[in-house]
């Protein structure tokens, strides 16, 4: 068992916002909502508190006011604490803060703060994949290996299309020999999936290091420098795992959750705690038929509704038919409307009588709000 009370997680929630801008132009990547009712951040969060993780920063950079709003203080994951628990470090929070671009410009803006934590190791993490990692195992093992680095991976195939960096390993005998940073082939190939273990004094120093020479890419500055030089190791993760890329990974990742086998693959590792909202649990209206579909509390269903990803106060008009859609917190679906794969954002009205059709690998993508 790892010793939690010296491991410190840090969360970076803007990561991959450029994979869906769609999504992200309004909120971070790990304020994106996901699976009815949950949001990307809820799966980091809700494994490193399943593995005793009791201190844990999150160090957004832009648009993270609906993420805060979600945190809120820690409470679902029991992180509303005195001491630890859950820390949000918004962008020149402190006088003399700088706030460059991705990790290492998140982690030189709290590098004081990570210095003088009584810590041990870190837990970096991004909330691009929705996944379930054994945190306990991963810490345990990169302690047990005497470890400076450890980098989660599983073998997986990077789409082209992908808007995000991407990282792939060499691992052999479970030792990293070589990392690549969008390297794209369509193979099967044991890929990063953004989460790391290192030691703290390790990463202040490489913090400290890449300041001074002005560099400003983790993966390539801190990590692809340590290859060869440090002792650097692979953690296979052979679990749930879906990358958030572009729209089209979303929506595919969302509808994925209809099938029973996929949802417990997710589910069963750990609970995955998320924001409460005190809703009623779904109506089904007489007359209205559903099926494979997800339903979230609070939605009330009174036309048609089949493979679909329902969130939270979703309201399906009568004689509406809505299929292959992910529709978002508070979505109306008026009388007499048809719904094809469709993302609707959340809030947005789908008036009478309207048809809306995309193609599966294409869907149609209504904004937030929107009355169309």
Known sequence: MAPKDKVLGIIFPNSHDEAIPELTSIRTMASVPFGGRYRMIDFTLSGLVAAGVANICVVPRTSYVSLMDHVGSGKEWDLA????????????????????????????????????????????????????????????KHIESNADITIVYNDDTIDETAKTDNVTLDVRNGKVCEILVNDVSDKVRHCGMWVYVINKDLLVNAIYDCDAKGLKDFERDVLQAAVGRLNVKGYEYTGYAKRITNLKSFYDANLALCDRETLTQLFKVYPIHTKVRDDAPVRYAIGSTVKNTIAADGCFIEGSVEGSVLFRGVKVGKGATVKNC?????????????????????????????????????????EKRAKV
């Open 326 to 366: 992910v529709l978002m917190q508070d979505v109306v679906v008026e009388d007499g409307a048809v719904l094809e794969n469709v993302i609707c954002d959340k809030s947005a009205v789908v008036t009478k009588e309207q048809k809306l059709v995309g193609a599966s690998t294409h869907p149609v993508y209504i």
């Open 81 to 140: 604490r005195k001491r630890g628990g859950l820390k949000i470090f918004p962008p020149y929070g402190e006088a003399g803060t700088k706030s460059g671009k991705g990790k290492l410009g998140a982690l030189s803006s709290i590098v004081s703060y990570i210095e003088s934590s009584a810590c041990e190791y870190v837990v970096l993490s991004d909330c691009g994949i929705a996944c379930a990692i054994d945190y306990d195992d991963l810490i345990g």
